[in-house]
Antibody, heavy 119, light 110 residues
Framework: QVQLVESGGGVVQPGGSLRLSCAAS????????MHWVRQAPGKGLEWVAF????????YYGDSVKGRFTISRDNSKNALYLQMNSLRDEDTAVYYC????????????WGQGALVTVSS | QSVLTQPPSVSGAPGQKVTISCTGS?????????VHWYQQLPGTRPKLLIY???NRPSGVPDRFSGSKSGTSASLAITGLQAEDEADYYC??????????FGTGTKVTVL
């Protein structure tokens, strides 16, 4: 079965950096685009970034553009999110999610990694 | 920040039907992009409930159904059960913003 397991969350000061990882299994990782989605405490879902299966295209939400970088290593079935210049408002649970087979939706989600930006 | 609007909450007694609306615009739902729905039980990850307007993934009960018309979409839950108490989010694609979510709706079973 599909499994997505995030790691790398934690507490970081404003202006700091953090790198999230997502280990994928149970499907042909190199054939699917992947997303990061976040959810601030008590708030709704916000799309963060997308990477195509072959890394040719990467897209970002306006609130993270220029600060976050999505990448992947298909040889390791791994997805990454490098987060720089972190702000208080980046505090959230970050989910990795597999792109839907038939369109722009999120077919499977990881359990999430909590990132807390605080001094 | 959400570009799709949902009612903050809906409620119903066990066995009743509830409907959640999702209102977009000409740059997303109105352009013809599909609408998808997610269920998030308390303290858990979101789960895909409906994809491409009215399709249920394997394992999702047929009590859940979706529809789309114009710039809006709806999720209906018939035969409401206590286990359906959760937050529900619609999601679509926007020509300017890419993937966008609804504001979320909390369903309460009375």
């Amino acid at each position: 079965q599909v499994q997505l397991v995030e790691s790398g969350g934690g507490v970081v000061q404003p202006g700091g950096s953090l790198r999230l990882s997502c280990a994928a299994s149970g499907f042909s990782f190199s054939n699917y685009g992947m997303h990061w989605v976040r959810q601030a405490p008590g708030k709704g879902l916000e799309w963060v970034a997308f990477i195509r299966f072959d890394e040719v295209n990467k897209y970002y939400g306006d609130s993270v553009k220029g600060r976050f970088t999505i990448s992947r290593d298909n040889s390791k079935n791994a997805l990454y999110l490098q987060m720089n210049s972190l702000r208080d408002e980046d505090t959230a649970v970050y989910y990795c999610a597999k792109r839907g087979l038939r369109g722009h939706y999120f077919e499977y989600w990881g359990q999430g990694a909590l990132v807390t930006v605080s001094s | 920040q959400s570009v799709l609007t949902q009612p903050p909450s809906v409620s119903g007694a066990p066995g009743q039907k509830v409907t959640i609306s999702c209102t977009g615009s000409s740059s997303n739902i109105g352009t013809g992009y599909d609408v998808h729905w997610y269920q998030q039980l308390p303290g858990t990850r979101p789960k895909l409930l409906i994809y491409a307007n009215n399709n249920r993934p394997s394992g999702v009960p047929d009590r859940f159904s979706g529809s789309k018309s114009g710039t809006s979409a709806s999720l209906a839950i018939t035969g409401l059960q206590a286990e359906d108490e959760a937050d529900y989010y619609c999601q679509s694609y926007d020509a300017n913003l890419r993937e966008v979510f609804g504001t979320g709706t909390k369903v309460t079973v009375l």
